[in-house]
């Protein structure tokens, strides 16, 4: 079946201007979360959706955000980028939650300049 | 201050050479250790989820154990295609956060 897909797998934004990044889940899995990674800090979570509802949320400022569809599929929001927001951004789709396995789309790669 | 601490960093290993893999973690309230696998370029790959210190799960040539401190990925007779960063994370406190390690990255010589 096919995997976690994200769009668009690369980006080029500029300081000041929002983003908004989507994730599709492998069909059938209800829970989407978001992830950023940087060669600095590591993989560090910001939320997770489950059936449309916010479940837990990371220490992420309010510039980030997060909305999942009926149909599952989910999109990241990132307003008034900095340029510390340049990172991979993952998402991850479970059948029973993040708590469980889950598994990762390629990410998409946001470069602020 | 809730921490999830990996070591070695780095580690290279001849091909049949088993070794181990450490995890330690500092948090309130552990929902769930888990470990996953990245290889450059992808997304990581799950492999493991373990709840209760004693537990250990396998598969393949690696096998994950939990300690109320520590978790260890033993992999046994490693393979070139075992070659990839190693990740650990814990669910814990009470808003269920998630908390990554930075990984160990393995280099399997044929």
């Known amino acids: 079946k096919a995997g976690v897909t994200q769009t668009p797998r690369y980006l080029i934004k500029t300081r000041g201007q929002q983003v908004t990044l989507s994730c599709s889940p492998i069909?059938?899995?209800?829970?989407v979360s978001w992830y950023q990674q940087t060669p600095g800090q590591g993989l560090q979570f910001l939320f997770e959706?489950?059936?449309?509802?916010?479940?837990n949320k990371g220490n992420f400022p309010g510039r980030f955000s997060g909305r999942q569809f009926s149909n599952s599929r989910s999109e990241m929001n990132v307003s008034t980028l900095e340029l510390g927001d340049s990172a991979l951004y993952l998402c991850?789709?479970?059948?029973?939650?993040?708590?469980?396995?889950?598994?990762f789309g390629p990410g998409t790669r946001l470069t602020v300049t | 201050e809730d921490q999830v601490t990996q070591s070695p960093e780095a580690l290279r290993l001849q091909e049949g050479e088993s070794s181990s893999l450490n995890c330690s973690y500092t948090?309130?309230?552990?929902?769930?250790l888990f470990w996953y696998r990245q290889d450059p370029g992808k997304g990581p790959e799950f492999l493991f989820t373990?709840?209760?210190a004693g537990e250990e799960k396998e598969k393949e040539r690696l096998k994950a154990t939990l300690t109320k401190k520590e978790s260890f990925l033993h992999i046994t007779a490693p393979k070139p295609e075992d070659s990839a960063t190693y990740l650990c994370?814990?669910?814990?406190?009470?808003?269920?956060?998630?908390?990554f390690g930075t990984g160990t990255s393995l280099t399997v010589i044929p």
């Open positions: 991850a789709s479970s059948l029973r939650g993040a708590a469980y396995e889950q598994y």
């Open positions: 069909s059938g899995h209800r829970s």
């Open positions: 959706y489950f059936s449309e509802t916010q479940r």
């Open positions: 948090v309130s309230g552990l929902r769930g």
């Open positions: 373990l709840y209760s």
């Open positions: 994370a814990v669910q814990a406190g009470t808003g269920n956060q998630f908390y």
